[in-house]
């Protein structure tokens, strides 16, 4: 089967970096995505790797290891607005998105 | 503001009841989705659609009937629920199906309570 793996919840301080694993198992791989959900909002946009290596945005760099079915999202300078879900999706060999669960992150001042 | 725009923003059905979901992008997109999210599960897709073309449909419980009458608006006709059908459901759209790298914009959801 098809598998995503996250942590559920992290917690960080203000300031600081994160980074935000994600594992996966899919039925062939044409990409990875990053997206950011506040409480009660739509999902945004936020990274898309499909090669190995890493990709800077900002304060938010996306990581993929194709090999190790492995990627992170780093986040630095933490701010409190970034207290959010960041959801991992995978596209398979139908293109189809793969999403995990979410990991909550939490950020203390 | 996303570009894709749902109403309503929440819904609390009886059982018994029929109501409709309703989902508009902006974009100019050919693609659209309804998923249902869960808390703490992963998203879940329903349909897809690609220029109004069903090409998608994941198993779903024939009390969800999906309709999409152009490539710019998509409803979620909704009958005789189950108290486990309470959940966010998203609505999202991607400039094309099949398309690597193609991001989905998705829209604020639904919010529904089945009592």
């Known amino acids: 089967g098809q598998n995503i793996d996250q942590p559920t919840e992290m917690t960080a301080t203000e300031g600081a970096i994160v980074q935000i694993n994600c594992t996966y198992q899919t039925s062939g791989f044409n990409g990875l995505f990053w997206y950011q959900q506040h409480a009660g909002e739509a999902p945004t946009f936020l990274s898309y790797?499909?090669l190995d290596g890493l990709e800077e945005k900002g304060r938010f760099s996306s990581f993929l290891s194709r090999s190790k079915g492995y990627s992170y999202l780093l986040l630095k300078e933490l701010q409190m607005k970034d207290s959010a879900s960041y959801l991992c999706a995978v596209m398979d060999s139908n293109y189809q998105l793969i999403w995990g669960a979410g990991t909550k992150l939490i950020i203390k001042p | 503001e996303t570009g894709v725009t749902q109403t309503p923003r929440h819904l609390v059905m009886g059982m018994t009841n029929k109501k409709s979901l309703k989902c508009e992008q902006h974009?100019?997109?050919?693609?659209m989705y309804w998923y249902k999210q869960s808390a703490k599960k992963p998203l879940e897709l329903m349909f897809v659609?690609?220029?109004?073309?069903?090409?998608e449909n994941n198993s779903v419980p024939s009390r969800f009937s999906p309709e999409c009458p152009n490539s710019s608006h998509l409803f979620l006709h909704l009958h005789t629920l189950q108290p486990e059908d309470s959940a966010l459901y998203l609505c999202a759209s991607s400039q094309e199906v099949g398309q690597g790298g193609d991001e989905q914009y998705f829209g604020p959801g639904t919010r529904l309570t089945v009592t």
């Open positions: 974009l100019g997109h050919n693609a």
């Open positions: 790797n499909v």
């Open positions: 659609y690609s220029l109004e073309e069903r090409v």
